[in-house]
């Protein structure tokens, strides 16, 4: 693995982690980042509205802020992709991917605060190598093709090419659509690496990528609680009503009734040139990176065939980053990693509501507007931002099986923003909106967004600077080469940031804080009985200042809910990860997270839907759980592999991810709960005896468990919400051959 910056065994690494192999990867048919962290425990990546969900023993960023820097940071091939929507991207040609829990902060950043998600690619050989792998998936219609092959040219130069294409339907039939599946889903994506090593000592390796999907259906959500709970006297409203009255499916079976249109479109490209030369006592490297992406999302928050409330949220991002960085050889007492980071973004993005629902309300002194056309509101953000940083880390070894490591990363964080907010006409379900004319707003003043709740009208901008110093302390003690003992402490810090979607007009509501934590973390990692037995073991406690997330404020025009900072959180608890190899081709392991994640101070919580029919728009959370917090978590697995012929092998593959009840609101919503259960999978496969090919079925969710992953208050419809879920039972036939 490479958690700090260069390969190096598992075993001896001093943090908590869970690393997965490209082959394990395809073996098992996981093809995202969503589909690897369901099966592991204390992680989740899921899809979310104004910006994806990524947790890490129950802390990540909020997802109401589409400016929100993440606390679980990404990183592929060294590289940190500054935005969230970036983990939907399908897997290609993957060495490993690296899950570092808890703060990263000298080696991976400033926004490494709750762990890193480290992706590695593939880089051309010394010989002519490739596979092919397909899959169908009998269940959801869906099929991919994957591809790479990779030689020397000469004996400098080598190259190597990956590609893939996924087509295929979903599993929430959407009556809408005319019954379609969706998020049916449409994606291309490739790779080009070419790597010179023109001396021994000296490698350079470009890579250059890209991706299109389109996916039909957008977020796989649909309405639940409608007729809301009888605790929400007011019965059904709004979009429920509306449901109700039209006989759609209201219930939460995977059967929904969208208004057509909803999809997600992406575009992606990045370069990334690595430059290494060993210089003798010093090693020298470069990492220079570009990338950009389109994305657009188009939301039916109203959640029935009607066209009531649609978002189009755009976004168009671009990243330039450069680092440089020394280190010296590990074999002496002391040795050194120092480097230099600068990293530069832009974000033109917003959000564009199409609130057809609003009509009604052009009347009496807003008549003038009626035959404008329907009414829409917009933001329209721009964002820039600049990272520099410095970091050094030296290591200390008085003896072969004492090792002490001390350093910190200084960080400087400089971004501003220009905020237009307003209200126009809206042009389609899901189109643009056009700004009303400045003679018709000058007549009616800003008495129309505000008696609609809606918010004011403007050009806001404003500049913030963060700069931190965050160091980090590691003690091991290896007696041998199958056991480590260690302890550490990190501190981490993400930079404060803005609101983009912020709508009081209130200066104090646009900007928020930073975010701090001082991590801990002590573990034992062992290997047994002639390493058929390993056995990891950490305790760590991450306690969190200032965190990010929806407050409730009262700026003059009512209570509302805006991004500030909380007290504080603390995630506490335990981690096993074992692994016993039986006997010749059978091997289980275990991996299990105790996990006690709770908020320290919070006292100023937005209320939930319950809360504000009860008449208490301000709450305390002090002392609950934070979002995606199960008291447990764990993955069972069993893999067995015996000859069945002379030239044949055959695979056995049992999996049981179990976990205790979460919720998955950002405040504690009492309707927004998955309870406890066990998600069964399954592999049964056939290869050659040198496994070059093999041909399975891969059953995933076996007992169909229907699993609740995300949800959000259903629009003008206090006590309903929109829930979205896992993906059901499926059986997908897989067939894979290298050369």
Known sequence: MTAQ?????????PISATVVSGAELQKKNLITLEQLTAETPAVVVTKGGAANRLSIRGVGSGDNNPLFEQSVATFVDNVYQGRSRSNGAAFLDLARVEILKGPQSVYFGNNAIAGVLNIVTRDPGDRLEGYVRGSYNFDFNAGTVEGAVGAPLTETLGIRVAGIVTRGNGYIRDLGLGGLRIPRVRSYAGRAT???????????????SGERSRQTGAIADEIAYCPPDPLFTAGATGSCLIALNRGEDVRLNQV?????????DVNTQSYVSSLSYDAGPLELSSITAYGRTRYTQRLDTDGTSATLTHFTTPERFSQMSQEFRVATRRDSWIALDAGAYLNREFIRGGVNYNFTSLNSRLTGQFAALA???SFGQFDDYRQWSKTYATYAFATFRPTAQLTLAVGGRQSW??????????????????????PYPTATLEALGSRFGTAAGLGVAGVRQARRSDAHLSPSAVFTYQPRPTLNIYAKYTNGFKAGGFNGLEHTGAAAALSFNPEYVDGYEA??????????????????RNDFKDLQVSVSQNFGVGVINVIGNAGGARAQGVEVEGRWRVISGLTTGLSLTLLDSKFTDY???GGNALDVQQGRPFVDLTGVRTRYAPKYSGNYTLDYLAPITSGLKMRLNGSAFFTDRYNFSNNN????TQGKYVRLGAILGITDTDERWEVSLVGKNLTNRLIRVFGTNLAQSRGSYLIGTDEPRSIALQANLRF
């Open 523 to 540: 573990g034992i990692k062992s290997q047994w009985f002639d390493r058929r037995l390993t056995l990891n073991l950490a305790v760590f």
């Open 669 to 672: 919503d009492p309707f927004l």
């Open 5 to 13: 910056r260069r390969v190096e065994r598992l075993q001896d690494v």
């Open 371 to 373: 035959p404008l056309g």
């Open 603 to 605: 006292r100023n919580a």
């Open 413 to 434: 964080v400089d971004k501003s923003i220009s905020l237009n907010q307003g209200f126009g006409i809206s042009l389609g379900s899901f189109g643009s909106i056009t």
């Open 194 to 208: 070419v790597r010179w090593q023109p001396i021994d000592d000296l490698t350079w390796t470009i890579k250059a």
């Open 256 to 264: 929904r009734s969208h208004s057509p249109g909803q999809g997600i």
